[in-house]
């Protein structure tokens, strides 16, 4: 089994910064890729930052040149740098990883509980 634990969500003013982190715990041999997703009223779930095992990272397209994503492979743990921050940023987000765990020793998709980010002046 794998435990994420999402931090770093909260209130910020637009043009502000906010900083979360993810870090996954359990039973866990080997993780792959590792992302973020966001998901506003109303609206579906998309992909706002991924970064691979190697480090290659992909960004949407609301979101470059303002975020951005990096892994502590020692630490099972990714973070999600978010800059000049909109109302439009304003989403639960959810950090996302895939990994080969106990038991079973398969590769699985494990979901945090999402944190809530809010734009707002």
């Known amino acids: 089994q794998v435990h994420l634990v999402e931090s770093g969500g909260g209130l910020a003013q637009p043009g502000g910064s906010l900083r979360l982190s993810c870090a996954a715990s359990?039973?866990?041999?080997?993780?792959?890729?590792l992302r973020w997703f966001r998901q506003a009223p109303g609206k579906q779930r998309e992909l706002v930052a991924s970064?691979?095992?190697?480090?290659?990272?992909t960004l949407g397209v609301p979101v470059q040149g303002r975020f951005a994503i990096s892994r502590d492979n020692a630490k099972n743990t990714v973070d999600l740098q978010m800059n000049s921050l909109s109302p439009e940023d304003t989403a639960v987000y959810y950090c996302?990883?895939?990994?080969?765990?106990?038991?079973?020793?398969?590769?699985?998709?494990?979901w945090g509980q999402g944190t809530q980010v809010t734009v707002s002046s």
């Open positions: 996302n990883v895939v990994a080969l765990a106990r038991p079973g020793l398969i590769w699985g998709d494990y």
């Open positions: 359990g039973s866990i041999l080997e993780i792959g890729a």
């Open positions: 970064i691979t095992s190697h480090g290659d990272t």
